[in-house]
């Protein structure tokens, strides 16, 4: 197998993960080479498709352990995703309204169009400046109230100030999770977060961000939540974000005494521009089981760590 050849199954593994077949154009963009074509990269998938190196059904290829099964699973979960977007769209007007939110999109499964029954609703909001924490115990405490603290359409996974837009983990997972996110409402903050992290091309360097199918809602900030942070402004806000953000470090501290204070920090991040939540450590799961692929082919592991060299040759 050549090293063209070889990044094509790192690609159809990596999405196999999420049992999600690629057309031969998806292959191109989520490659993580940049010195070939698009042609090139369709050429090479039919060539694997003859040897049974990998299979093919209609327009979209897959690993050779999976069966055309896969093409269907992909087009159930499609459907499963248009609708869970319909509610995460309701979702997505009633968290504009809350103080300090300038910027929501969807992360996760969904952001990649994919979607089973009880699949969550997972969120990536930017906040105002030094805002973070505030805005996110606004936000919990909704859902803990509300909607009896319920996780399937309300995960509250990652919060960034917009002033401080770079994500500081960059690695395959992050890239890939940050190239994929789905914005839902202010495009224009989205688009200078988006500009902010251009490591994601050491990644994947033919990525291209394709024309929404999804709706997004428009308009700036609401009277409502104009109103409601000028009565929060008599409040002395940067202490209580401040307050906020330490109670959740000892929180996060006593709740998850038997993770190491690096996986910890890693899961939960906890500084005054960034708060992240997540239960289960996804990026090692994805890691694994994207390794376990990797290891059928004899494909050597993926790092977690390891930057690729987008220019790094691969004819031949």
């Not at 790192?10 to 963009?29: G, I, N």
């Not at 003859?50 to 299979?55: D, E, F, L, M, T």
């Not at 309204?97 to 089973?116: T, Y």
């Not at 903050?189 to 994947?204: D, I, P, Q, T």
Request: charged fraction near 25%.
């Amino acid at each position: 197998m050549t090293p063209l050849q070889k990044h094509i199954v790192k690609t159809l593994a990596y999405f196999d993960v999420f049992s999600y077949p690629l057309s031969a154009e998806q292959v191109y963009r989520s490659l993580q080479t940049n010195s070939v074509t698009s042609q090139i990269i369709a050429r090479e998938l039919g060539l694997l498709a003859s040897r049974k190196a990998i299979g093919v059904h209609g327009r979209y290829y897959f690993l050779r352990h999976r069966n055309a099964q896969i093409v269907s699973c992909r087009l159930n979960s499609e459907h499963h995703a248009r609708k869970l977007l319909l509610r995460a769209k309701m979702m997505v007007r009633l968290v504009r309204q809350f103080p300090f939110v300038r910027c929501i999109c969807l992360s996760g499964e969904l952001s990649k169009n994919v979607a089973r029954e009880g699949s969550d609703v997972d969120f990536f909001i930017i906040t105002a400046p030094r805002r973070v924490w505030i805005c996110r115990a606004l936000l919990t405490l909704f859902k803990k109230i509300f909607l009896l603290n319920r996780r399937k359409y309300f995960c509250l996974n990652y919060f960034l100030a917009e002033d401080r837009l770079t994500v500081e983990n960059q690695n395959l997972f992050t890239a890939m999770e940050t190239a994929t996110l789905m914005v839902m409402w202010n495009e224009t903050l989205f688009r200078k977060f988006f500009a902010s992290n251009e490591w994601v091309y050491r990644f994947l360097p033919n990525w291209e961000r394709q024309p929404r199918t999804h709706p997004v809602s428009t308009g700036g900030r609401s009277l409502l939540q104009k109103a409601s942070e000028r009565l929060l402004s008599v409040l002395p806000l940067d202490t209580i974000d401040n307050w906020l953000m330490d109670m959740m470090k000892r929180v996060w501290k006593k709740r998850y005494k038997s993770l190491s204070e690096e996986k910890r920090e890693e899961l939960y991040q906890s500084t005054p521009n960034v708060s992240t939540a997540y239960g289960h450590d996804y990026q090692e799961i994805i890691f694994r089981e994207y390794n376990r692929r990797l290891k059928m082919y004899d494909i050597a592991t993926a790092d977690a760590n390891h930057s690729p060299d987008p220019k790094e040759p691969v004819n031949g």
